[in-house]
């Protein structure tokens, strides 16, 4: 059933007063004007924040950004709960710009003293779930999109993709509807940066580590003992250093984060069991660094990788729209964290408001100004080279 927060958005959105020309024939949208399609952007988050979206579940969100769409008379596609459009003057023969965030989120964390579902303003913080991860980069960049979409004579077509499934790196998020977009040459993928320029990305790789023994009676000896054996496994991991180090990105880090073995006081266990988390950086595919530590693994040693695919990114330093940043005194940086760059195969930069160190944290929010900066610089940033 249509929750009535959503129908009251709904007739929010509606209401087109002093959006459209007075020209009927043509409905073209005083573009100039970007504080009135910021202030309806704001709106679509509020409406968002308070629609449950987790991963895979984000049917709701997708109404509403489809309502969007239809409100500015945008022609759109979707798949599951992926929604994508195109510019209005699309040309087949000129590369095409991929703007992507993600409308799902993580489930609260119980800290929470708001309630996260809730959205509201105080202090010119935006409180609500989803608000700084990705919400606030989403309704940015949905809004940046509006705005040109009726441009003429154009270098680069927009193609808008909401994607599901990004906090999850599910199959059925951005990945799977990468082959209905059509000739992207690069790609601004919305996460919060403070709208500083993340011109790469680490790459993950999950590694389930499994250490051999022998099992036995805890009273008799026992000189292989596979939790004895996890320890200079576990060092190894601490330790090593990957040779190959990034200017952007830094070096490989490798962090065991689970460790896990036996059931009872009295049995030494076959087996100990580790998780590893490996942030990979541009200089190595996840399938080398993958081989490399299985070929430093001693026999006794089993390594299953999770999935291969979430490799890192990037996008030169000297390319058009890193120098149009710059330009507007943006600065670069290397990312830590994982985002959709990491299915993407073409040159890509993370660019958004708000600040990553406020998401999956309690009562998270982002600043309404950070919003209002954000529409503003895309434009700019965008303009500097469309």
């Not at 982002?366 to 209002?372: F, Q, T």
């Amino acid at each position: 059933m249509e929750s009535i927060r959503n129908k009251k958005y709904k007739s929010e959105i509606d209401d087109k007063e002093n959006l459209t020309s007075d020209n009927s024939d043509t409905q073209i949208l005083r573009y100039s004007d970007i504080e009135k399609l910021t202030s309806k952007a704001i709106k679509l988050l509020l409406a968002l924040i308070e629609t449950q979206s987790f991963s895979s579940e984000e049917e709701g969100t997708a109404i509403l950004i489809e309502n969007w769409f239809h409100q500015y008379d945008i022609p759109f596609e979707r798949e599951n709960n992926n929604i994508w459009a195109y510019n209005k003057y699309f040309d087949e023969t000129k590369p095409t710009i991929l703007l992507n965030s993600h409308h799902d989120t993580v489930k609260p964390n119980g800290n929470y003293t708001n309630d996260p579902f809730k959205a509201f303003v105080e202090d010119g913080k935006l409180y609500g779930l989803g608000s700084n991860d990705a919400g606030g980069c989403l309704v940015s960049l949905i809004a940046t999109f509006t705005y040109f979409y009726n441009k003429e004579d154009l270098n680069y077509n927009f193609v808008i993709a909401a994607s599901a499934e990004e906090e999850s790196s599910g199959p059925l998020g951005l990945k799977s509807i990468l082959k209905y977009l059509k000739n992207v040459e690069f790609a601004i993928v919305g996460e919060p940066t403070l709208m500083q320029l993340a011109i790469a990305e680490k790459g993950l790789l999950v590694l389930d580590v499994s250490v051999n023994g022998t099992a036995s009676h805890a009273a008799h000896p026992n000189d292989d003992n596979a939790i004895y054996n996890t320890l200079d496994v576990i060092d190894w991991f601490k330790k090593y250093q990957f040779e190959k180090t990034s200017e952007t990105l830094g070096d490989v880090k490798m962090t065991v984060t689970q460790i896990n073995a036996g059931n009872q006081h009295n049995v030494v266990p076959s087996h100990c069991n580790l998780v590893v988390d490996i942030r990979v950086n541009d200089k190595y595919k996840n399938e080398e660094v993958l081989e490399l530590v299985k070929q430093a693994m001693p026999k006794n040693v089993e390594v299953k990788p999770r999935s291969l695919h979430l490799g890192s990114s990037s996008i030169p330093k000297d390319h058009a729209i890193v120098k149009s940043g710059i330009a507007l005194g943006r600065t670069t940086y290397g990312s830590p964290t994982l985002s959709d760059q990491s299915v993407l195969s073409c040159p890509s930069l993370k660019l958004g408001p708000g600040d990553s160190t406020r998401s999956h944290s309690a009562d998270e929010f982002i600043y309404v100004e950070e919003i209002k900066e954000g529409v503003a610089l895309y434009i700019k940033i965008l303009e500097g080279i469309v």
